[in-house]
């Protein structure tokens, strides 16, 4: 019996990294007990690389020397969008700088997981909801404490209690409250949820992406694959058969090498709107609008 295809062996953790499993080519044993590290190993990498590629950075402009190079260029380029493009516009000029450094960390740090999944045998850690939980709950943590650090914890909370006022008898006062009341109770939800929007939305993009590219991939199977062959193609003779298995082998690779650049930019622009809507609830949180 032949070995069935997983759809989701790319974007899920494990404990083995499948080079070339046709031949063998695999790393196993990537775990600590029975939890799976390849995610881990590969959250590290990244990890380490942002934070490489920042400190030279610095280093690098505390010189005051202009720009010099294609990587200098490229790390001082993104660093300067984040800032003017979703800084800025997100928390404010005066206090986009502060909020910079996290801001710019967290942008190259998801764009660089995003990354990984378009390199074959690899795959994105931001394709698992653990992950993509895991940085929505520390861009809570700064979402919030950045509205604590502005206004302190009693006058912070009580922002989120709307002011509605309505004029007339006990009915309509008593109504009032129980407005009030009830969308502060909303609010309050909402701080939840925009954390849980977050995460969400950056793991069902990642997770969507990669399983269509490996489903385009699939229709080979469908023509080659005893497992998986149509009866359409098995009724054929092998002259018709390795025809159809080579046109569609033209046909799902050119198809998926062209929604790989696609890929490549949904990498960006969810590692952007991740950051921006971070940026944008701690200017919410730090100026509430009511």
């Not at 499948?18 to 390849?38: A, F, N, Q, V, Y």
């Not at 006990?170 to 009341?181: N, P, S």
Request: with cysteine.
């Amino acid at each position: 019996m032949p070995k069935k295809i997983d759809p989701f062996s790319h974007v899920v953790d494990s404990d083995h990294i499948s080079i070339l499993p046709t031949i063998g080519l695999e790393i196993h044993g990537l775990k600590i007990g029975d939890t799976p590290l390849k995610f881990m190993i590969f959250i590290a990498i990244c990890a380490i690389g942002v934070a490489v590629s920042m400190i030279w950075l610095g280093r690098k402009m505390r010189s005051g020397e202009p720009p010099k190079g294609a990587l200098w260029n490229m790390f001082e380029s993104l660093l300067f969008f984040v800032r003017d493009k979703i800084a800025v516009p997100g928390i404010g000029q005066k206090d986009a700088n502060k909020y910079l450094p996290y801001l710019a960390s967290v942008f190259l740090f998801i764009f660089a997981m995003n990354l990984l999944g378009l390199i074959p045998f690899l795959g994105s850690p931001t394709a698992s909801i653990m992950v993509t939980g895991a940085l929505a709950l520390v861009s809570f943590v700064v979402i919030h404490i950045s509205g604590i650090g502005e206004m302190g914890t009693n006058k912070y909370l009580k922002s989120f209690i709307p002011h509605i006022h309505i004029e007339g008898g006990a009915g309509l006062q008593i109504f009032g409250k129980v407005l009030t009341w009830g969308m502060a109770g909303l609010e309050y939800l909402t701080a939840f949820i925009r954390a849980t929007v977050l995460a969400v939305r950056l793991f069902a993009n990642m997770l969507a992406g990669h399983t269509v590219l490996f489903m385009i991939l699939f229709f080979i199977a469908l023509v080659a694959d005893p497992a998986y062959q149509l009866a359409i193609v098995k009724n054929q003779n092998e002259t018709t058969q390795g025809v159809m298995w080579f046109g569609m082998s033209i046909f799902s690779v050119g198809l998926v090498t062209a929604l790989s650049l696609l890929e490549l930019f949904i990498a960006g622009l969810q590692a952007f709107i991740f950051t921006f809507l971070t940026a944008v609830y701690i200017g919410l949180a730090k100026h509430p609008p009511h």
